[in-house]
């Protein structure tokens, strides 16, 4: 008995972010604000999961139809019919599932593009821009172009399900004719030979056909889910665009020098909610910041961040805003505010490495 060959084809994204502490001042406390080629490259090589639609992945190979010789009787000549038709159809789900990969490819495509687009604008709004900027708003059209695709790949999918559905109750009413067939006067032992092999092809035939009309409704639904969340994201970019940064009050950045964010340490006192203390190479704070940083702000939605460079009597204070520097950044692309965090440092006898203290008010 042959069986339906449904091959899958894995694709995945590979994603690769490096990074590391440098303890050079001029390298590190200019990236805080970053250039168009940063944004750039950092939207390229930084895909998160659900930056395109999970779409399915079935490659769809009709099974092979076995040739059989002429009876000469009636049934023999309706056998002929059965495989010619049966033929068809395969060849109409080969067809489909060309078209159903090529839109799927579409699909992930623009997604990327638009993400691409999407990931430059949030770079620019974390550091702050010009309100109404027009090539914000550019950016944003083009991104708003991305979504007609989608919606095109979308209505191009509805129609193919529809396609692949007619298609199926066609399978389904041959079945139901070879079955009828065996009951035909006049027919020789081979007859029914084959009859038994098409109904078990026919068969094969339909189970495959179902199984890619599933697949592609199941598409049709997630490239709708994504969007939506893509107009839903398009709104709140605009509003954004229009004051120049994140958020009602939120300062834009531009043209302020990093290194003037350093200030004298003040209005902090108590305990800090989390320490990152730099004693050894290759120090893994970033997931306890994370926990920390979504705590405050879950408790406290307007919650205000003081990072404390710490250095000790003997240390370096550059690589102690050095550390700070990259901790400042790190809050930003969890979405804290820029305006949100004050960076401060100071040094202390108590400590005997280079620290960073976080407090919030």
């Known amino acids: 008995m042959t069986k339906i060959t449904v091959k899958m084809f894995l694709s995945s994204l590979a994603i690769f972010a490096a990074s590391g502490c440098t303890y050079s001042s001029d390298a590190l406390f200019p990236s805080l604000f970053g250039t168009d080629a940063q944004e750039d490259m950092a939207v390229q090589e930084n895909v998160p999961e659900g ?46 599932n060309t078209q159903l990969q090529q839109i799927r490819a579409s699909v992930i495509n ?8 999407i990931g430059m604008i949030e770079a620019k709004l974390q550091v702050g821009t010009t309100p109404g900027n027009p090539q914000m708003f550019g950016m944003l059209q083009n991104a708003q172009n991305n979504i007609q695709v989608m919606n095109a790949n979308a209505n191009t999918l509805s129609q193919l399900a529809a396609k692949v559905s007619s298609d199926a109750a066609n399978t389904d009413y041959l079945v139901d004719s070879i079955r009828a067939a065996y009951a035909i006067s006049g027919a020789v032992d081979e007859d029914h030979r084959q009859l038994r092999i098409l109904e078990n092809e026919a068969n094969q035939t339909s189970i495959l056909m179902n199984s890619l009309l599933g697949e592609i409704n199941s ?14 994201n398009i709104v709140g970019l605009s509003e954004a665009i229009k004051t120049g940064s994140y958020g009602v009050n939120n300062v834009p950045l531009v043209g302020v020098d990093s290194q003037s964010r350093f200030g004298m340490q003040t209005g902090v006192s108590g305990k800090p909610l989390f ?18 940083v979504s705590s405050a702000v879950s408790k406290k939605p307007g919650v205000i961040f003081d990072v404390v460079a ?20 790190e809050m930003i692309d969890m979405g804290v505010g820029a305006d949100k965090i ?3 440092a100071r040094t202390s006898g108590s400590v005997e490495t280079s620290e960073v203290q976080i407090f919030v008010r």
Do not use: M
């Not at 320490?275 to 920390?292: I, S, T």
């Not at 370096?316 to 901790?327: E, G, M, R």
């Open 51 to 96: 930056a395109v639609p999970a779409l399915g992945s079935t490659n769809f190979e009709p099974v092979e139809i076995k040739e059989g010789s002429a009876t000469g009787t009636l049934v023999g000549q309706k056998v002929v019919t059965f495989r010619n038709e049966l033929s068809q159809l395969q060849t109409s789900i080969s067809n489909n």
């Open 110 to 117: 623009n997604a990327l593009q638009y993400h691409k687009v």
């Open 219 to 232: 598409d049709i639904l997630r490239q709708q889910q994504y969007i939506e969340t893509a107009k839903e």
């Open 275 to 292: 320490v990152a203390k730099f004693n050894k190479p290759g120090v893994n704070y970033k997931e306890g910041l994370r926990q920390a």
């Open 310 to 329: 710490v250095s000790s009597a003997k240390g370096s204070p550059a690589i102690a805003k050095n550390n700070a520097t990259q901790i400042f950044q």
């Open 342 to 344: 004050n960076l401060s």
